[in-house]
C-alpha cells in the first residue's frame, strides 16, 4: 500500500501533499510556517486511514448515521446534517472537512499570518489582518472573489456534474462561500444537485452505482451528459438552484453562492465578494 | 474497516491505499487511478513496452514475463515508452522511469514521463481535392470552434486544430470539445469536424478522410496540367482533344507544351476561365466537391463555343477527366459543334485507368504538435535548461510513444509525431483541459550525468519489467515500428 507522499512545489513554496484519492496544494506565510507545515504533514499521515475505518457509515444518509469517532468525520457528519431533512451522506463534505482540518493543524502552531488548504478546489483559508486572499473562478462569465480578514468566509467550495464527483443536478458550477470548507462543500453539492430540470430529455443520466459502484449515491441517477438547453430552460433551472441557495442563506449554512450554467449565471449573497474580473486569461 | 465485509466474488479489492476499493472487473476505483482488468488491479494504462521482435502489426498482448525469453534487455530491440508511465506534474520529483539499457555496448538512458502538454494541438492532412472550405475558416467539432482551415498542400487540404487558445482559451464547452477531439484523432479514433461555410468531414489518422458523406478513395496523381504532361503520349492517336478537369490548373492537351512536342493539332477548344500558360487554366470553376475538387457536376460546363476556324469540326473526339481519374466523360462534337455525350471507346480505358493506378490512397495524417517546455523538463534533470540545449544539439533523443520525434530549430522543445507510429490508447487528457502524451528522452548515460541528470533515479530496463515503477507493474507489449 502506497504510504501519503508530501512534496515542494516547484516554486519552493507551496506542498503537495499526496494519499490515494487525497491530492492538497498547501501553504502558509509567518514565522510559524516550518512548524504549521510539519505539523500538518504530521496529522495527514492518518487522515485517509482514519476516514477509510468508518467509510461505510459515511456513505449512507445522514440521518442513518450513529456518531462517528474520527474528527474529519464528525464534521462531515455535522455539515451534512445541518441540511436534513433531504438526502445528503457525510462524504459530500469530505474535501471540504479535509481541508478544514490540515488547515487547523498549520494554524495550531501559531504565528501563521496567511494559510490555504486547497482540496481540488474545495479550500480552507486563514487569514489575518491585513492579508487578503483572491480567487478566481476559472471559466465561464465568473466574478473574481476576494476575501479580506473581516469576511467571516473561511471556506470556499465548487461542484457541478463535469466535476470528480457525480452529481444529481446540472450546473455546470456552483461555487459557494461559507464560514468552513466542509459547510461550503457540502453545501455546493446540494445546490448543485437543485439546479436541474427534472425528466427533461435534452439531459442523460445513469444509476451512480452502474458507474461506480461503491458511490454513496446508490441507485440514484447522475447527470451523464447534457445537450443545448433553451434559454427558458436554463433559467428554469437556475431559478430552482438558486431557491435552494437562498435556503442555504436564510438559514446560516452560507455566505454566498455563485451558481453557472451554461453562459448564464445567478448570485446568491454577499455582492461584495464578489468582483467582475480583469481581462485576462488563465492558461495551465 | 470490518475485514469480513464481504463482497460479490468478481469485485476485488485495491489495496493501493487505504479506501481499498471493491473494484468489479472492468471498473475503476475511487481515485480515478487504478482498474480491475480480468480480475487483477492495474494502473489504469499499463506501462508500454515496444517489442521491435513482436511482430509487424501484431495486436497488443498482455505481457507475461514468462513469454520473454531472457535476453531481451540488450540491444535496441526494446524500448520502455511512457504510455501509462504515470505522471509527476508538475514534476516536483524524478520522471516515473528512467531506464538504462545498453545500445552498442554505449549505456542509454532514457527518461520517459506521460507529459501534460497545455500547449499543444494535432495539423490534419487530409488528401482530396474537394473543397472543405476557404484557408483560415473555422473548422468546428459538436458545433464549437477547434481550429482552422490552413494553407492547402499538393492534393492535400489542411487543418490545423487545439491549441491553447481553443484549450483554455476560450469557454469552457469549447476547452472540453477541442480537448476530446485532439484525443480522438490522437487515439486515432474517427471525428466528425466541420468547416465554416464549406464541408463537413469525417476524419482518422490513417484512414481515408469522408466528405459529406462520400468516402475520398484516391489521391490525385497531379494537377490538371501534370497529368496532362503525364498521360499525353497515352491518348496520341486515340482522341482529338483532352480535358483534365482541375480546381487548381485544368490542362488541355492541344494546347498544353506536352501535345505540342507530341505535334497535337488544334482543336478550336474554348475553356471559361483564366488561362496561365498555354493549355493551362486557373479558376475553371468555383471550388466545391465535384470534379477534381471544383463544384462542377457536368464537366461541359467549363467549355465555351467551339472555334470552326482553330480546328473545330462535327465528329471531333474529345475525352474530360479528373485528376484522380474518378470522373470522366467522352463526347463527339455535333454538326453543330456542340459536344454529344458518348460511350467511351475501349482504347481510351487504359488511359483512364492509368491515372487511377498512378494515384496514392487517400489517407489523413495527424501530427500531434506540442511544446515540451517549462516544468516538464525538470523530471529529466535538475537544470532543465541544459536538457533543452541537449535535444537541439541533437545528443537527446525525443520520442513520443516510441514514435520519432522532429523536434523544431529554435527555441523550446517543440515537437511533431506521427500518431500512427504510437502505440493504441497513447494519450489521455487532463480536466485542465490539456493533452497527456507520452514522451521519452534517450540520451547516452554519459551525457545524461553531464546535463544533471537525476542519475540516481536510473534502474535498468530489467528491474522496471520485474517491478514496475510507482504506479504499479503492469506492462503492456506492442510492437515496435508499427505499419
Known amino acids: 500500500m502506497q504510504t501519503p507522499q508530501i512534496s515542494m512545489l516547484l516554486d519552493g513554496q507551496r506542498l503537495h501533499f499526496h494519499h490515494g484519492p487525497i491530492d492538497l496544494i498547501v501553504d502558509a506565510t509567518g514565522p510559524g510556517r516550518d512548524l504549521g507545515l510539519r505539523r500538518a504533514a504530521d496529522r495527514f499521515d492518518s487522515v485517509l486511514s482514519e476516514l477509510a475505518s468508518e467509510l461505510h457509515a459515511l456513505r449512507r444518509p445522514v440521518e442513518d448515521c450513529h456518531p462517528l469517532r474520527g474528527k474529519v468525520a464528525s464534521a462531515m457528519q455535522r455539515a451534512a446534517a445541518a441540511h436534513q431533512p433531504g438526502f445528503v451522506t457525510p462524504m459530500a463534505a469530505v474535501a471540504g472537512a479535509v481541508a478544514d482540518e490540515i488547515l487547523h493543524q498549520i494554524c495550531a502552531a501559531g504565528d501563521i499570518r496567511r494559510a490555504y488548504v486547497n482540496n481540488g478546489g474545495d479550500i480552507a483559508l486563514h487569514l489575518t489582518s491585513t492579508e ?95 445537450d443545448a438547453l433553451s434559454p427558458e430552460d436554463v433559467a428554469s433551472a437556475l431559478d430552482a438552484g438558486a431557491r435552494y441557495a437562498a435556503r442555504c442563506l436564510s438559514r446560516g449554512h452560507i455566505i454566498a453562492a455563485y451558481l453557472r450554467l451554461g453562459e448564464t449565471y445567478r448570485v446568491i449573497g454577499a455582492p461584495e465578494h464578489l468582483t467582475q474580473p480583469e481581462k485576462d486569461r488563465l492558461h495551465a | 474497516m470490518d475485514r469480513n465485509r464481504t463482497k460479490p466474488a468478481d469485485k476485488i479489492r485495491c489495496d493501493a491505499c487505504p479506501v481499498m476499493c471493491y473494484i468489479a472487473d472492468g471498473k475503476i476505483g475511487a481515485c480515478d487511478r487504478y482498474a480491475n482488468r480480468g480480475g487483477r488491479i492495474i494502473r489504469c494504462d499499463p506501462l508500454t513496452v515496444l517489442d521491435r521482435r513482436i511482430e509487424q502489426g501484431g495486436e497488443i498482448r498482455p505481457f507475461l514475463k514468462a513469454d520473454w525469453d531472457g535476453d531481451l534487455v540488450a540491444g535496441d530491440d526494446l524500448f520502455v515508452t511512457a504510455v501509462g508511465s504515470g505522471t509527476t506534474y508538475p514534476d516536483y520529483k524524478p520522471a516515473p522511469f528512467i531506464v538504462s539499457r545498453e545500445i552498442d555496448g554505449v549505456d542509454f538512458v532514457t527518461v520517459v514521463t506521460e507529459a501534460i502538454f497545455s500547449y499543444c494541438g494535432v495539423k490534419v492532412k487530409i488528401d482530396t481535392d474537394r473543397h472543405l472550405g476557404r484557408e483560415g475558416a473555422v473548422v468546428r467539432a459538436k458545433g464549437e470552434p477547434v481550429g482552422l482551415m490552413i494553407t492547402s498542400e499538393y492534393g492535400s487540404q489542411m487543418m490545423s486544430l487545439g491549441g491553447v487558445d481553443h484549450l483554455t482559451g476560450g469557454s469552457k464547452p469549447e476547452g472540453r470539445v477541442t480537448c476530446d477531439t485532439l484525443l480522438r484523432l490522437c487515439n486515432r479514433e474517427p471525428v466528425e469536424l466541420s468547416v465554416d461555410g464549406g464541408a463537413s468531414a469525417i476524419l482518422q489518422a490513417g484512414q481515408a478522410p469522408v466528405v459529406d458523406g462520400h468516402r475520398e478513395e484516391r489521391m490525385r496523381v497531379g494537377c490538371g496540367s501534370a497529368t496532362i504532361g503525364m498521360f499525353a503520349v497515352q491518348w496520341q492517336g486515340l482522341v482529338d482533344e483532352v480535358v483534365v478537369v482541375d480546381d487548381h490548373i485544368t490542362g488541355v492537351v492541344s494546347e498544353h507544351q506536352a501535345g505540342k512536342v507530341l505535334g497535337w493539332p488544334d482543336t478550336g477548344i474554348r475553356i471559361k476561365g483564366r488561362r496561365s500558360t498555354p493549355g493551362r487554366y486557373f479558376q475553371v470553376a468555383d471550388p466545391g466537391l465535384g470534379w477534381g475538387g471544383t463544384d462542377v457536376q457536368d464537366p461541359l460546363t467549363i467549355l465555351g463555343d467551339w472555334n470552326p476556324k482553330k480546328g473545330a469540326r462535327p465528329g471531333l473526339t474529345l475525352l474530360m477527366v479528373s485528376t484522380t481519374g474518378e470522373q470522366y466523360g467522352y463526347y463527339v462534337l455535333d454538326d453543330d459543334l456542340v459536344p454529344q455525350p458518348a460511350p467511351l471507346p475501349e482504347a481510351l480505358c487504359p488511359s483512364v485507368d492509368l491515372i487511377a493506378e498512378n494515384c496514392e490512397p487517400a489517407l489523413c495524417t495527424v501530427m500531434f504538435m506540442g511544446g515540451a517546455g517549462g516544468s516538464l523538463r525538470s523530471g529529466v534533470t535538475k537544470n532543465p535548461v541544459k536538457l533543452t540545449r541537449s535535444v537541439q544539439a541533437l545528443e537527446t533523443r525525443v520520442t513520443v510513444g516510441g514514435a520519432p520525434a522532429y523536434v523544431w530549430p529554435g527555441g523550446g522543445i517543440t515537437l511533431m509525431a506521427d500518431v500512427t507510429q504510437m502505440p493504441d490508447n497513447a494519450f489521455g487528457y487532463v480536466p485542465t483541459p490539456a493533452i497527456v502524451a507520452p514522451l521519452e528522452f534517450t540520451v547516452s548515460r554519459a551525457d545524461f550525468r553531464a546535463l544533471g541528470g537525476h542519475d540516481g533515479s536510473v534502474r535498468t530496463v530489467d528491474d522496471v519489467l520485474e517491478h514496475g515503477g510507482e504506479y504499479g507493474s503492469a506492462t503492456r507489449a506492442v510492437a515496435k515500428d508499427r505499419g
Open chain 1, 132 to 226: 487578503t486572499f483572491a480567487a478566481a473562478i476559472a471559466t465561464g462569465p465568473a466574478p473574481r472573489i476576494t476575501l479580506t480578514f473581516d469576511s467571516p468566509v473561511r471556506g470556499i467550495a465548487t461542484s457541478g456534474w463535469r466535476g470528480r464527483s457525480h452529481s444529481l443536478g446540472i450546473a455546470d458550477s456552483v461555487t459557494v462561500l461559507a464560514t468552513t470548507a466542509a459547510q461550503a462543500d457540502v453545501a455546493a453539492t446540494l445546490i448543485a444537485n437543485a439546479v436541474d430540470l427534472p425528466g427533461h430529455p435534452a439531459i442523460r443520466r445513469a444509476r451512480a452505482c452502474d458507474l461506480a459502484p461503491d458511490s454513496d449515491l446508490g441507485a440514484r441517477l447522475v447527470t451523464v451528459d447534457v
